[in-house]
């Protein structure tokens, strides 16, 4: 299935003739998170380098709702806040919000869903993590992504306003200031000096 539609960025590659490609994921193995610890995904210690990319989706599925997803470039980081756990507490719950999660009895039993859908550009580097914020280890039970990639440098009379624009977009303001809400008590930076980085078994 062709996202080019939804990506502006994938639609700007194309109208300048650039090469690019997919890269899709899906993992149905169980591996151990460990306590307030993220694996990196997928293959362990993995970053995605390339020109530019766009993460057009991730989604992860876990046997505890203090599990998440985290993505990192360097532009932004997601840290701690995309858990189940807090996009239930502010309402995210299902689509059709861009950022989501689901639980029991809207999923399986004992099977507790993020999903992200908004589309997250980037340049040189980029990785994608799963996290846990408990203080005891749980299971990734699944995980799927799929990002778009550049595989060749733009030539520099191609540099649009809308690549910059892409880089700079962020979480919609009224989403944002719901997740600040939720996390103002939490040191996040201390938080991130504690995990536990192990690379995907």
Known sequence: MSLTGLSPLITDWMKNKLK?????QPIYRPFIIPANGQVQVPFGQHTFKYP?????AFSASFDNSDCGIR???????????VTVDNMTAIGALNEPFFLWAAQPPDTLQGVHYIANYKEWAWQDWFNLYVINTGSV???CLSF???IAV???PRPSDTVTDLLKALLMKDLDLDFRKKLETK???????????????????
């Open 71 to 81: 993505y990192e470039a360097e532009n932004f980081d997601s840290q701690l806040a």
């Open 183 to 201: 996390l103002k008590k939490i040191d996040q930076d201390e938080l991130l000096k504690k995990l536990d980085v192990r690379s995907e078994p």
């Open 150 to 152: 550049l595989l060749e």
């Open 137 to 139: 280890e749980h299971y």
């Open 144 to 146: 799927s992504y799929t």
């Open 52 to 56: 530019e990319g766009v993460l057009l």
């Open 20 to 24: 690019w490609r997919y890269l899709f």
